[in-house]
Nanobody, 121 residues
């Protein structure tokens, strides 16, 4: 059974820091690219950061570049999102995504249930 379980969300003041974790199980974690998405109320889900299967390459949304860092530990089947200099506009539900390309050239996606981040004073 595939599971992606996010943790680490909560309430933080503007300018603060927080680290999200996503623990994966039920699939070969080291062969999947991992990403963090977020969805704020009334807005579409957006990509925040992604990391390749080996961890050799990352990408970030312009809005979080220089503030967020994605990393992964393939030995522990976990992906992290270190967030700093948090802003109220970072408030959203953060979702963990696992993606791989199948043998018939289709994407296979798994999603976590999400964790709420609220940035407010």
């Amino acid at each position: 059974q595939v599971q992606l379980v996010e943790s680490g969300g909560g309430l933080v003041q503007p300018g603060g820091s927080l680290r999200l974790s996503c623990a994966a199980s039920g699939f070969t974690f080291s062969t999947y690219a991992m990403s963090w998405y977020r969805q704020a109320p009334g807005k579409e889900r957006e990509l925040v950061a992604g990391i390749t299967a080996t961890g050799g390459s990352t990408n970030y949304a312009d809005s979080v570049k220089g503030r967020f860092t994605i990393s992964r530990d393939n030995a522990k089947n976990t992906v992290f999102l270190q967030m700093s200099s948090l802003k109220p506009e970072d408030t959203a539900v953060y979702y963990c995504n696992a993606r791989t390309l199948t043998g018939d050239w289709r994407f296979n996606d798994y999603w976590g249930q999400g964790t709420q981040l609220t940035v407010s004073s």
